[in-house]
């Protein structure tokens, strides 16, 4: 897989590290959380050629996961930044069967975003194997036009403009399986308003390829990687190396209508 997606994303964050300074940290450990994450879609795909194809209904039934999870744990306690490394100190001294409820909970508990750190390390581990999961499902897209993920039914983390004729489109992608699905522009993805004067754009200079699109009505925002302003960008890693934006939003009273999988 060496031009995998997770490749993909790790050349870009390197690039974007050097690049952002302040992001280095976040992004260094993103890249060893992309690496894991690599191996164990590796892994999830080599057993499942020997089985039936997975299933939503099979995360409790998938011991790769468990058994993968202490090693997960390890790169997290070594990489990542003090906060969640703490927490990896707690999960340590529980017994597997807590580890188990913690997945299957995030796992399947799509209505309320993840807010405590342990539910983000969850999240994170548990994307390749949503990936692996959605990318066999018969979804029809065609047509889709509500604000939630057609796949695991959750809120979307970002959106990203593509080019289409003379301007773009935009979709909307989840930020746990990654699935992606056109949504129209001037409609707020959170609580559907259609009032332009209502939606107001914001740029920084620091990110010409990224807007905060916000809603004065639901009070939420999500960010949009401009793909026609930079065709390099990728919006999992471009989310992460734009926490400013982030932070300008929320001190204007917006939040996130779904944080990525490093919690931010």
């Known amino acids: 897989m060496a031009n995998s997606p997770w490749q ?18 976040i992004l260094g450990f993103y890249i060893q959380v992309a690496r894991f994450q690599q191996t164990l879609y590796q892994r999830i795909d080599r057993t499942a050629t020997k089985k039936s194809p997975v299933s939503l209904s099979d995360l ?11 090693a997960f744990l390890s790169v997290v306690e070594e990489k990542a930044p003090a906060r969640f ?21 995030s796992w399947s508990e799509t209505d309320n975003p993840p807010d405590a750190p342990e539910e983000f390390l969850a999240f994170a581990f548990l994307q390749p194997y949503a990936e692996f999961v ?10 889709y036009t509500h604000p939630l993920c057609p796949f695991c039914n959750r809120k979307p983390s970002i959106a990203v403009l593509r080019p289409q004729g003379d301007g773009a489109r935009r979709n909307l992608v989840c930020g746990f399986c990654l699935c992606e699905w056109e949504f129209r522009r001037l409609v707020c993805a959170g609580c559907g308003l259609e009032d332009q004067a209502k939606l107001p754009v914001y740029t920084a200079d620091q ?14 925002y999500i960010k949009a990687v401009d793909l026609t302003k930079n065709g390099l960008a990728d919006p999992l890693v471009d989310d992460l190396a734009s926490v400013p934006l982030d932070l300008w939003a929320q001190e204007h009273g917006y939040a996130k209508l779904h944080p990525n999988l490093l919690g931010f």
């Open 85 to 105: 490394a703490q927490v990896v100190h707690a999960l340590r001294n529980l017994p597997s069967d807590s580890w188990s409820d913690l997945l299957n909970r």
């Open 134 to 143: 959605r990318s066999g499902a018969p979804l029809q897209l065609n047509g």
């Open 207 to 220: 990110f010409p390829h990224m807007r905060v699109e916000c809603c004065d009505a639901c009070h939420t």
């Open 60 to 70: 409790a039934e998938s011991p790769e996961l468990l058994i993968s999870f202490p």
């Open 8 to 25: 993909k994303r790790i050349r870009r964050a390197e690039h974007l590290a050097a690049q952002h300074p302040f992001a280095a940290e």
